[in-house]
């Protein structure tokens, strides 16, 4: 591990959360301490759930035909902490773990639900036309898994899109599908920084026009200005937009998308927490205050993985200062959270945690 490390000037290891997680953790941490100070490298426990099903899946032996599925799943696993929407798009969400009662209701009902929420995500988020595979391509409002794979293939031949309008050269794309998928892809570096945004390019000229009257000739150098600019004109507001011929809505977004061209709406989430040392059920005391990730939500509470071998439970009724039904009200998978050790069973296993602030 030293020689790969120094090898490829790794800066993180990933390591999977399934059998012997927690003994390559005291491995990986005890390799890490003996590098100090000449190198700094970090660790991360990541979810490997349904990692096993990509590496069977068609998908990764389209992906790496020559290795053989164990290694195509730490691949997959590197890549969940890399980027972590594009890697999981590519696992039936069924596979990944969405709660106690998926196997009891409607399968068809569920998929169809699953399907939704997926597609809801990338296309909140967005994805970098010129970088996407074709399954994350294929959540994408318009596209299907035909024409996701046809815009791989005129990637591969003609070189980067340079501008959203190239999407009607690629087969099978015609004016509606373009109308529909345009806004949700970005082209970091293309002819138009438009193109980075979320705005449509139906509303460009109205967006062209608004940087016009404000005098902003380059949103990468002075977006953040726009905002200063408009402050101010709450009372012309009205004309400012039957001017520009559209509604509030719009005109909030291209604001928000100036300001911040290609922001990802992600990066306002919790960061995921890097470790360079293992802690032990031992070195736990009541009333200590640790970091943990949130790794199940049950009925009864959630479970946290706060860096020893064992999960934590913090009880729902543990989970805020007022009444909690639905842990869920409060935590999602995946949430960074704060707790406090309330209780320590080491013959049972067991940690006892609070979310509250007494």
Same mark, same amino acid.
């Given at each position: 591990?030293?020689?790969?490390?120094?090898?490829y000037?790794?800066?993180i290891?990933?390591?999977g959360?399934?059998?012997?997680?927690?003994?390559?953790?005291?491995?990986?941490?005890?390799?890490i301490?003996?590098?100090?100070?000449?190198?700094?490298?970090?660790?991360?426990?990541?979810?490997?759930?349904?990692?096993?099903?990509?590496?069977?899946?068609?998908?990764?032996?389209?992906?790496?035909?020559?290795?053989?599925?164990?290694?195509?799943?730490?691949?997959?696993?590197?890549?969940?902490?890399?980027?972590?929407?594009?890697?999981?798009?590519?696992?039936?969400?069924?596979?990944?773990?969405?709660?106690?009662?998926?196997?009891?209701?409607?399968?068809k009902?569920?998929?169809?639900?699953?399907g939704?929420?997926?597609?809801?995500?990338?296309?909140?988020?967005?994805v970098?036309?010129?970088?996407?595979?074709?399954?994350?391509?294929?959540?994408?409002?318009?596209?299907?898994?035909?024409?996701?794979?046809?815009?791989?293939?005129?990637?591969?031949?003609?070189?980067?899109f340079?501008?959203?309008?190239? !999407?009607? %050269?690629?087969? &099978? @794309? *015609? #004016?509606?599908?373009?109308?529909?998928?345009?806004?949700?892809?970005?082209? +970091?570096?293309?002819?138009?920084?438009?193109?980075?945004?979320?705005?449509?390019?139906?509303?460009?000229?109205?967006?062209?026009?608004?940087?016009?009257?404000?005098?902003?000739s380059?949103?990468?150098?002075?977006?953040?200005?726009?905002k200063?600019?408009?402050?101010?004109?709450?009372?012309?507001?009205?004309? !400012?937009? %039957?001017?520009? &011929? @559209? *509604? #509030?809505?719009?005109?909030?977004?291209i604001?928000?998308?100036?300001?911040? +061209?290609?922001?990802?709406?992600?990066?306002?989430l919790?960061?995921?927490i890097?470790?360079?040392?293992?802690?032990?059920?031992?070195?736990?005391k009541?009333?200590?205050?640790?970091?943990?990730?949130?790794?199940?939500?049950?009925?009864?509470?959630?479970?946290v993985?706060?860096?020893?071998k064992?999960?934590? !439970?913090v009880?729902?009724?543990?989970?805020? #200062?007022r009444?909690?039904?639905n842990?869920?009200e409060?935590?999602?998978?995946?949430?960074?959270v704060?707790?406090?050790?309330?209780?320590?069973?080491?013959?049972?296993?067991?940690?006892?945690?609070?979310?509250?602030?007494?």
């Amino acid at each position: 591990m030293r020689r790969l490390i120094e090898k490829y000037d790794a800066a993180i290891i990933a390591i999977g959360n399934g059998t012997a997680s927690r003994e390559t953790e005291q491995m990986a941490a005890e390799l890490i301490a003996e590098m100090k100070p000449a190198r700094t490298v970090e660790y991360i426990i990541v979810s490997e759930a349904g990692a096993s099903v990509y590496s069977a899946s068609k998908i990764a032996r389209e992906e790496f035909p020559d290795l053989e599925a164990s290694m195509r799943g730490n691949i997959s696993i590197a890549r969940r902490l890399q980027d972590p929407l594009a890697e999981l798009v590519k696992i039936d969400p069924k596979s990944i773990g969405v709660g106690l009662y998926q196997h009891d209701i409607n399968q068809k009902k569920l998929s169809e639900s699953l399907g939704h929420v997926v597609e809801s995500c990338v296309n909140s988020v967005g994805v970098n036309l010129n970088t996407a595979s074709a399954s994350l391509l294929r959540h994408i409002s318009g596209l299907t898994s035909r024409t996701a794979q046809n815009i791989v293939k005129f990637r591969d031949e003609h070189g980067k899109f340079k501008s959203r309008r190239q !999407l009607m %050269e690629v087969e &099978g @794309i *015609g #004016e509606v599908a373009y109308e529909l998928a345009a806004g949700f892809l970005r082209i +970091p570096d293309g002819d138009n920084p438009l193109d980075n945004t979320s705005i449509h390019p139906e509303s460009y000229a109205a967006t062209e026009k608004l940087l016009k009257k404000f005098k902003i000739s380059d949103i990468r150098k002075e977006g953040n200005m726009l905002k200063l600019k408009i402050k101010n004109i709450r009372e012309e507001l009205q004309t !400012l937009l %039957e001017e520009l &011929g @559209i *509604g #509030e809505p719009t005109f909030r977004d291209i604001i928000a998308n100036i300001e911040k +061209p290609g922001l990802d709406p992600r990066d306002s989430l919790p960061k995921p927490i890097f470790k360079s040392d293992v802690l032990k059920m031992e070195d736990l005391k009541e009333g200590m205050w640790l970091k943990g990730t949130v790794r199940n939500v049950v009925d009864f509470g959630a479970f946290v993985d706060i860096g020893v071998k064992q999960d934590g !439970l913090v009880h729902v009724s543990r989970m805020a #200062e007022r009444y909690v039904k639905n842990p869920l009200e409060v935590v999602a998978v995946g949430d960074v959270v704060d707790v406090k050790v309330i209780s320590i069973d080491l013959e049972r296993g067991r940690i006892g945690l609070s979310m509250k602030k007494d």
